[in-house]
């Protein structure tokens, strides 16, 4: 099976241009394709997960990637898919949160020999003039077509901001950069994406007279069409400061049963006839599925090591095994009161709880545990020797800690 068929039956494509021209160039590894990542976070998350597979996917088949970073489009935002206009951010910010993606990045792209190129848009964007802006690039859009696209619908009603109407062509005029700077003939992005990749193939056609292509990748969804990849905490981050490799493989140990299928095929590197397999899978031969989605994803991004630990620290408390590898929570000796703390405080500072009334709600209905044993008690309260020994914290079925004292002496 070659690579544009793959990317079909892994349910990867939602809409393409050309089709024939888009296959044709893909499998015959002559794609310099681009996808653009503005840096609104000091880390990736899932969202960016499945867009640096699929750039590893085409790398892997001879094509060459080039990873768009945002200096430029990230000072104004894309409104494609919001309700509201993002917060601006300062250059600053933006400089540090495009320090951190590289890093991240290098984990996925072989940026090595030319293999891929890592390009950000400030380098042209940001020196832009104006009115050289709208007589080279302006004339080239349709205002009644730029209001009908698909990006900016969700905003009309609340009103769209000049300043955000801008972004289709900031986007557009990138693809016609790297066209001509880097020969990059095709531009993938999330079906979000659709109007402003159209747009930008649109002014390489009118200002070159050339062919260029664009793809969107399908938004992970689970069976309830909602976007993956967010908790009741925010989003589930690459980075390990942020998102720690234990609940990044906790969060995908626990999706839907409906969707473990879709997100091996999307998301892993495993062969499609070894997940072809899996799809009659149940009860506990489907927990194994999950085992293995999680940690394979866990492998990409942190790391087999870290994904072992991760499985083992999982099984430590379901099934029994070691806790070495347990997340661990460090509290201090000066959070003691008279030699004790309560076990409200105990849950908030080992940050099971985000408040004392989720923590006294969750131990009057019975859901704390200390070391497997239940209290109900929200008064309880722990003395400094209760900690000389393994203390395992445990608050529902799947949040849990190892909880440690510094400066004790014990």
């Known amino acids: 099976m070659q690579i544009y068929d793959e990317l079909v039956a892994r349910g990867l494509i939602a809409q393409v241009t050309d089709e024939e021209d888009i296959k044709n160039l893909i499998n015959e590894g002559k794609a310099t394709f681009y996808i653009g990542f503005d840096p609104t976070a000091d880390s990736l998350h899932v969202g960016h997960f499945m867009a640096l597979c699929l750039m590893k996917r085409l790398q892997e088949a001879g094509n060459k990637p080039i990873a768009l970073l945002g200096g430029g489009t990230g000072m104004i935002g894309d409104p494609s898919g919001r309700t509201d206009m993002r917060q601006m951010m300062t250059k600053e910010t933006i400089d540090h949160n495009i320090a951190c993606f590289k890093k991240q990045m290098e984990r996925f792209i072989d940026f090595s020999d030319d293999k891929a190129l890592m390009v950000n848009n400030a380098d042209w964007l940001l020196d832009l003039n104006y009115v ?82 664009a793809m969107t990748i399908c938004l ?31 969060y995908w140990r626990n999706v839907n049963d409906a969707d473990v299928i879709k997100c091996l095929k999307m998301l892993t590197f495993l062969p499609l006839e070894q997940i072809s397999e899996m799809e009659d899978w149940e009860g506990a031969r489907l927990n194994e599925a999950k085992d293995l989605l999680a940690h394979e994803l866990t492998a990409l991004v942190h ?30 000796a000066d959070d003691f009161n008279d030699d004790a703390i309560g076990l409200l405080d105990l849950l908030v500072k080992s940050k099971l709880a985000s408040s004392k009334n989720e923590a006294r709600r969750a131990v009057e209905q019975g859901g704390v545990s200390v070391n497997g044993e239940k209290i109900t008690d929200p008064r309880h309260a722990f003395s400094t020797e209760d900690f000389s020994k393994e203390f395992i914290l445990k608050k529902g079925k799947k949040k849990f800690t190892k909880v440690e004292v510094n400066g004790l002496g014990i």
């Open 303 to 332: 790391g087999k090591e870290e994904a072992d630990k991760a499985r083992e620290a999982s099984r430590a408390v379901f099934s029994g095994g070691s806790s070495e590898n347990m997340p661990t929570a460090s509290i201090n």
């Open 220 to 250: 992970l969804l689970n069976s309830e069409g909602k976007k993956m990849g967010k908790t009741a905490n925010g989003a589930v981050w690459l980075d390990p400061a942020k998102t720690s490799p234990y609940d990044f493989y906790q």
């Open 132 to 213: 050289e802006l709208l007589r080279e690039v302006g004339t080239h859009f349709s205002v009644n077509r730029m209001l009908a696209a698909e990006c900016y619908k969700n905003r009309m009603e609340r009103g769209l901001s000049f300043f955000e109407f801008n972004y289709m062509i900031m986007q557009s005029y990138d693809f016609y950069r790297l066209y001509q700077d880097y020969g990059c003939n095709m531009q993938f992005g999330g079906d979000d994406q659709w109007s402003n990749m159209l747009a930008g193939t649109e002014l390489i056609r009118r200002k070159l007279g050339k062919d260029a292509y």
